[in-house]
C-alpha cells in the first residue's frame, strides 16, 4: 500500500518553461491537495479538490493549474515557471476532510 | 499575516525528558487542530488532533492541550525519545472552509531529542 506517491522527487526548470506534477493516492480518497513550503515558512494551499472532476482555489493560487481527471490523481501544472515558483511541492488526500496525508514531496527549482 | 504562529523554530531536550511545543493561533473561527511530525525528504505525516469542544487530547506518549480563551496549544510529549526528533508543525481549520478543511500551518520547530 503506497499512501501517497509524487512524480517526480526532483526537478530543475529553467524560466518560462512549464512542467507537470504527478500525485496519486492508492486510499481511495475523496479529497486531495496541493500545498508549496518554503524556508522558514509553513505549507501553504495552492490548490485542491473534493472530487472527482472538481477544482478549488487556496491561498496561494495564482501561477498553477490543477486537473483531477481521474479520482486517485491529482496534477499540478506550471504553464510559465518563474524563479518564485522554487519550492518543495506536497500533495496530500484524505477521507472527510481530516486528517490529511501526505506525500514525500517535490523538490523544485526554477533557474 | 500569520493566523497560525510557532514562535520557537528550535527546541532542545535530554532523552526522557518531557518535549513541550506551543503554538498560537489568531483565527478565532478554527475549531480543528492538528499535530504533524515531519523528518527530512519525507511528508509530513499526522501525529494526534484535538477539536475545539475538548481541552485535552492523549495518544500514548503524546498529549495536545488546547487553551481557547488565550488562542494557544501546546503539544507535550513524555517521556522524548531520539527518534522524536523532527520538525513539528501545528496546524488549524475551520468548519466553515467547507468540507475539505483547508489547513493554515504555522512555521514548524525542530526538536532534538538528545541522548
Known amino acids: 500500500n503506497a499512501g501517497v506517491t509524487q512524480t517526480p522527487k526532483f526537478r530543475v526548470l529553467k524560466t518560462g518553461q512549464s512542467m507537470t506534477l504527478l500525485c496519486a493516492q492508492d486510499?481511495?480518497?475523496?479529497?486531495m491537495y496541493w500545498y508549496r513550503q518554503d524556508p522558514g515558512m509553513g505549507l501553504r494551499l495552492i490548490h485542491y479538490?473534493?472530487?472527482?472532476?472538481?477544482?478549488a482555489k487556496g491561498e496561494v493560487p495564482d501561477g498553477y493549474n490543477v486537473s483531477r481527471l481521474k479520482k486517485q490523481n491529482f496534477l499540478l501544472g506550471l504553464e510559465s515557471a518563474a524563479p518564485s515558483q522554487t519550492s518543495v511541492y506536497f500533495c496530500?488526500?484524505?477521507?472527510?476532510?481530516?486528517?490529511?496525508?501526505f506525500g514525500d514531496g517535490t523538490r523544485l527549482s526554477i533557474l | 499575516d500569520q493566523q497560525v504562529k510557532q514562535n520557537s523554530p528550535s527546541l532542545s531536550v535530554q532523552e526522557g525528558r518531557i518535549s513541550i511545543l506551543n503554538c498560537d493561533y489568531t483565527?478565532?473561527?478554527?475549531?480543528?487542530f492538528l499535530w504533524y511530525k515531519k523528518y527530512p525528504a519525507e511528508g509530513p505525516t499526522f501525529l494526534i488532533s484535538?477539536?475545539?469542544?475538548?481541552d485535552k487530547n492523549e495518544d500514548g506518549r503524546f498529549t495536545v492541550f488546547l487553551n481557547k480563551s488565550a488562542k494557544h496549544l501546546s503539544l507535550h510529549i513524555v517521556p522524548s525519545q531520539p527518534g522524536d526528533s523532527a520538525v513539528y508543525f501545528c496546524?488549524?481549520?475551520?468548519?466553515?472552509?467547507?468540507?475539505?478543511?483547508?489547513?493554515?500551518f504555522g512555521s514548524g520547530t525542530q526538536l532534538t531529542v538528545l541522548p
Open positions: 496530500a488526500s484524505s477521507y472527510g476532510g481530516q486528517p490529511q496525508h
Open positions: 486510499m481511495n480518497h475523496e479529497y
Open positions: 479538490s473534493v472530487g472527482e472532476g472538481t477544482t
Open positions: 483565527n478565532s473561527m478554527f475549531d480543528y
Open positions: 484535538i477539536s475545539s469542544i475538548k
Open positions: 496546524a488549524a481549520s475551520a468548519s466553515s472552509s467547507g468540507s475539505a478543511r483547508q489547513l493554515t
